[in-house]
C-alpha cells in the first residue's frame, strides 16, 4: 500500500481551464517523489488536491490507502510547506511551529519538548524567540518545515519551497531537505519547477506537462529514455539536441545533407508505436545529447597524442559499430572551465517545439549568420575556434528516436535488434 | 539600475552645468513645480487662516474699547469654562460608546464577507456601502423623521411595542439616538476598510492554520485579527478625531427639536454658536485652537505610533 | 428565453470563478445553519441601512399631511410626487431655490473634487518620483496635516474669509477644498507602487518633458488611485456642511447641504405646508447622484487605496 496515491486525478476551473488531467502515480512509504513541470503545468493544482486546499473534479485521492477525496485537508494528517513559507508573521518561531500542537490541546510542557526537538533538528535552537520578519529566508524556510514536521504526519508536501531563495542557499538547502527527510523517513511529495532539483533530490520524478503526466519514474531511467519530445527537452541540461530527419530505404538516417548509418536499429519497447524497420521513408525526429557528441581526432590540438577524455569511449564505439559523424558550423564556443559548450549549426532543420511560440524568452531572433540549432559538450582542452567547421562523431547506439506526430519516443539508444551480436550492457 | 545611472551621471565632470549643479540634480529640482501648487494651498488655506485664529484669539473686541490685546484671557476663560468642558465630557462619552460598537459591527461584517460565510456577499457590501454617499445632513434629516416624538414610524412603532410616550429626542435618549445615526452613516465605511485589510491577509497563511486544524474561531481572532491591528488601529484613531469634532448631526437635530440641544452640547457646535450667534469670535477663535491642538495632540500619538512601526516610509 | 438564461448562467459562472479565488468555505469546519444565520444577521443590517432610504423613497410621494399621518413604508394617495418635484424649481419660501442649490452643490463638488485630485496627482507624484532638497520635509509638512482636524480649521477659516472679503466667494468654498493632504499621501503611494523610476528614466532619455511624462507616461498608469481620489474628494464636498455654513449667508450660494439644513428648522416654524415634503424630496434628489456614481465607478474604484489612506 502506497503512502500516497492518485487515481486519474483531474482538475477543470470554473473558468473551463483544465489545470491537471489524467493524473495517475503513488509515492511510496519513505519515498521523496518530485513533481516537476514549467509554470503552468498543475503540479501545484495537484499538490494542492492532496492537502484538500483545492476541491478535485475526477479521480481519487489516496492516503495510505483511504479515498480521502471528501476528507477536511485538517484531518489528513500531512504536513505542507508552501512557497512563501506562510509563516503566521506576529508570532514567534517557537508559537509559529506549535501552533497545531496548541490547537490539538497537547500541554505546554510535551508542547514545548516536542517544538524544541523539531526545532533541533533543523538549527533553529537559538532562533525560537523570534519573529519571522527577523529572520532570513533559509531560517523562515526552515521554521515552516518545523511547522510541518513537528505533528509528525505521516505524509510530506512541499510546494517550491526553494525557489525564492538565491542560488547558493538553494543548493545548501536542497541537502538540508534530504537530510531531515531521511531523518523522518515520511513520505514525500516535492513540487518544483527546477529540473535539477528534481532529478538530485527525487528518488523518483514524474514530470508534468499541461496537466498531464509525461513520464514518471526513476531520475536516471528519466534522463537515458525519456518517454517524449517534452521529457527529453525538459530533463537535462544544456537540452537534448532535436532534428527533424527522414530514414531512408536503407535504414539510414538522413539529417539535412548528411547520412548517417545507424548500425545496429533500436528495437522498439512493448507498447510503442511502429518500430523503425517500418519508417523507412518517413519523417522521425532524432535527438543526441549534448555530450553524445565528440570531437573527431584530429580536432583536438591543444594538446598532443593525449586526445579527448572521451576518444576511449567513441574509439571502442566507433569500432564495434562504425561510429557516424556529422558535421557542423560552430558559432559560438562558450569555455565555462569545467568543460567546453560548443553552440553551432547543421544544416538539419531543427524539431520545432510548440512551447517556444508562448514563450518569448527562448526565440531568438539572431542574424542569420549566428542562427544555431545544436550544442555539444566538449572536454575542457578542446580547442575550437567560432566560425570553425568540425566534424563531430556520434555513436548512433546513443540516439534518441521520436515521432514527429505524437512526439513519442520510438527507441532508445543501446537497445539491440535482436540479431545484433554483442549486446552492450546500458551503461547508462 | 536608476540609482547606479544616477550615481554614474552625478560623477561624471561632463555632467556638471555651469553652476555645478549636475543634470540629475537639475532634472530633480523641477519636481518641485509639482508640488508648489499644492504647498501653495496648503499654506493659504491651512497654515494663514491656523495662523490668524491664534492671532486673533489673542485679543477682544469688546463694544467698548474696540478690540484689544488680551493675550491668554480667551484661552483661560474658555479653559475655566464649565459648558465647554460638559461639551467636551460629552464627546468622549459618545466616543467612547459609537467607535467600539461600531468597529465591532463592521469588523464583524467585514469577517464575514472576507471569509465567504453567507450569501450574497457583494449585494451587502453594496448596501453596506450606501450611507457613505448619504451626506450627514440629509442622514440627520431622515432620521428625524423616522423618530419624530408624535408620528414618526419609530415611534409608533415602540408605542406598538408598549412604550407609548417614548420620546427618542428627549435628554436621556438624544445622545443615543446620535449615536446611533452615526453608526448607521460610518459602518459600510469601515467594514470597508476592514475588509480591504483583511482580504491582503496572504491565503497561504490561512490554508496553513486550517492545515493546522485551527478553528474557524481561533483562525479570525488569533491569526487575522493580529493581522490587520494596523488598520483598526488607524480606524480608531480616523474615528476618535471624527468623532470628537462632531458638529452636523446635533445641529440638525437643533432645528427639528429646538430645545434637545444645547448650545454647548459639543465643542463644535459650542464654537460654532459662540463665533456666529454670540458674534465672540475671538473667543471662538481661541477654542478652535484649543480644540484643534487637543486633536492635533491625539494624531501625533497615532502617527508616531505607526513611524515607529516603520509603517510609513 | 435564451438570452435571460444566459445572462443568468454568466452571473453564476461569474460568481464560481470569484469563489474559487478565495478559500472554500467548507474547509473552515462550520456547523450547518451557520451560514443561514450569518446571512440573517446581514440581512438584518441591511434591511437597517435601507430604511432611512426606503423612507424617504416613498415619502417623497406624499403631501405633508400624508407624511405624518400614513404609514411610513408605504404610499398613500395622493400621489404627490411630481408634484413636490416640480416645486423643488421654485423658490418656494423665498429662502432659496432647491435647484440652484443642487447646481451650486454640483459645481462645488466637480470643480472642488477635481482639483483636488488634480494637486493631489501633481503632488504625490512629484514627492515620488523627484528627490529635491526638501522633499522629504514637504511630506512630513503633509502628513501633519493630515493630523489638522477640518472641523477646527474652519472657524479660521472663516475669520480669515471675513477679514479679506471673501464671504460668499465660490473660490472661498472650492478652492480650501482643492487642498487635500490625504489625497496627496494617497497619490504619492500609488505612485510609487505603479509607476516605475525605470520607466521615466527611459522617458526622459527619449527626450520627453517632464510635464509630458507626467501626462503620458505616469498619469495612466495611476488611474485606479485616481479614480480614488476623485471619489473621495468629490464626495468631500458634496457632503460638506460646517464650511459652507459659515462661510454663505446669502442663500443663492448654499450647497443641498446648507439649503436642506436651512429647510430643516423652516419646516418647523413656518406654517408652509410644502417645507416637509420638499424636504424629503430634496434629501432623496440630493444622494440619487452619489448612490448613481458609486454604483457606476465600483468596478474602477479601489478599496485597497481606501485602506492605503489608513495603513499600509
Sequence with gaps: MSAIGLENLSKVYASGVTAVSGLSLDVDEGEFVALVGPSGCGKTTALRMVAGLETITSGTVRLSGRIVNDVSPRVRDIGMVFQNYALYPHLTVAENIGFALANKGVPRKERNRRVREAAATLGLQDLLGRKPRQLSGGQRQRVAMGRAIVREPAVFLMDEPLSNLDAKLRVQMRAEILRVHQAIGSATLYVTHDQVEAMTMGDRIAVLSGGRLQQYGRPRDLYARPANLFVARFIGSPEMNLYQATLDDSGDLVLGSQRLALGGRPTPLEGRPAPLEGRAGRPVIVGVRPEDLLLGPGETTSSSGSGSASASDSDSASDSLGAGTLTADVRVVEPLGSEVHAIFSIDAPAAVDPDLTASAEETDDLLPGLAYNGVARLDPRTAVRPGERVTFRVDPARLHFFDPTTGLAIGWPGDRAPDQAGARADSA | ?313 | MTVRTSRRERRRQARLEEQEQSIPVELYGLRRGTVPLLTALAFLFATFTLIPIAWILINSTKTQANIFETFGFWFARPFDFFHTFSLLFQNVDGYGTYIQWFGNTALYAVIGGVGATALSAFAGYGLARFRFRGSRVAFYVIIAGLLVPITALTIPLYLTYAKAHLINSIWGMVLPSMVSPIGVYLMRTYAEISVPRDLIDAARIDGGGELRIFFRVALPLMVPGVVTVLLISVVAVWNNYFLPLLIFNINTKYPLTVGLGLWSGRAVNSGDADLYPMLVMGGLVTIIPLIALFLVLQRYWRGGMLLGSIAN
Design chain 2, 1 to 313: 539600475m536608476a540609482d547606479t545611472l544616477t550615481r554614474a551621471a552625478r560623477s561624471h565632470p561632463a555632467a556638471r552645468g555651469r553652476l555645478g549643479a549636475s543634470w540629475v540634480q537639475r532634472r530633480d529640482r523641477r519636481g518641485v513645480w509639482f508640488v508648489v501648487p499644492f504647498l501653495l494651498g496648503f499654506l493659504l488655506f491651512m497654515l494663514v487662516p491656523l495662523g490668524y485664529a491664534v492671532y486673533t484669539s489673542l485679543y477682544t473686541y469688546r463694544i467698548i474699547g474696540g478690540t484689544s490685546f488680551t493675550g491668554a484671557a480667551n484661552y483661560t476663560q474658555t479653559l475655566q469654562s464649565g459648558e465647554f468642558w460638559s461639551g467636551v465630557i460629552r464627546v468622549i462619552i459618545f466616543a467612547a460608546i459609537q467607535i467600539p460598537v461600531m468597529l465591532a459591527i463592521a469588523f464583524f461584517f467585514a469577517t464575514v464577507f472576507d471569509l465567504g460565510v453567507a450569501k450574497f456577499g457583494t449585494t451587502f457590501r453594496t448596501i453596506f456601502f450606501i450611507p457613505f454617499a448619504v451626506p450627514a445632513v440629509v442622514a440627520a434629516v431622515m432620521w428625524s423623521f423616522l423618530l419624530e416624538p408624535q408620528f414618526g414610524p419609530f415611534t409608533r412603532l415602540a408605542g406598538a411595542l408598549g412604550f407609548s410616550g417614548t420620546n427618542f429626542f428627549s435628554p436621556s435618549l438624544l445622545l443615543p439616538i446620535i449615536i446611533v445615526i452615526v453608526i448607521w452613516e460610518w459602518t459600510g465605511y469601515n467594514m470597508m476598510i476592514l475588509y480591504t485589510a483583511l482580504k491582503s491577509v496572504p491565503r497561504d497563511v490561512v490554508e496553513a492554520a486550517i492545515l493546522d486544524d485551527t478553528p474557524l474561531w481561533k483562525i479570525i481572532v488569533r491569526i487575522k485579527l493580529p493581522m490587520v491591528r494596523s488598520a483598526i488601529v488607524m480606524l480608531i484613531f480616523l474615528n476618535t478625531i471624527g468623532a470628537l469634532q462632531l458638529f452636523t448631526e446635533p445641529q440638525i437635530l437643533a432645528s427639528f427639536y429646538q430645545g434637545a440641544v444645547s448650545l454647548n452640547y459639543t465643542p463644535s457646535v459650542y464654537i460654532f454658536n459662540t463665533a456666529i450667534a454670540g458674534d465672540q469670535t475671538n473667543l471662538a477663535a481661541a477654542m478652535a485652537v484649543i480644540l484643534a491642538l487637543v486633536i492635533v495632540a491625539i494624531s501625533a500619538v497615532s502617527l508616531v505610533f505607526r513611524l515607529r512601526r516603520g509603517e510609513i516610509r
